[in-house]
């Protein structure tokens, strides 16, 4: 089993930036993609932010040119950049972990854009 668990979520003027870190832990052998999905309140579950292994990277069109995805093996991390925010990146940000067929997730933690 894989552990992953977020943290850096809470609230943030529109505009504002706010980066989410994701530390993963248990049978991390052979992770491959890491990523980021968010869940806003009457929407379904959507992908934010890929990383592959091999370094590639991909981003939602809402989320290209304002986040950031990035990874760090030697620490167990994936972090989420957000820059640019708005209301509408208000939503619950889940890390997620795919390991084979398998897909982990984390417990989500909360962001919300609001004056």
């Known amino acids: 089993q894989v552990q992953l668990v977020e943290s850096g979520g809470g609230l943030v003027q529109p505009g504002g930036s706010r980066r989410l870190s994701c530390a993963y832990s248990?049978?991390?052998?052979?992770?491959?993609?890491l990523a980021w999905y968010r869940q806003a309140p009457g929407k379904p579950r959507e992908p934010v932010a890929t990383?592959?292994?091999?370094?590639?990277?991909y981003y939602s069109d809402s989320a290209k040119g304002r986040f950031t995805i990035s990874r760090d093996n030697a620490k167990n991390t994936v972090d989420l950049q957000m820059n640019t925010l708005t209301p509408e990146d208000t939503a619950v940000y889940y890390c997620n972990a795919q390991q084979g067929v398998n897909d982990f997730w984390g417990q989500g933690t909360q962001v919300t854009v609001s004056s």
């Open positions: 990383i592959s292994n091999r370094g590639n990277t």
């Open positions: 248990g049978s991390i052998l052979n992770l491959n993609a």
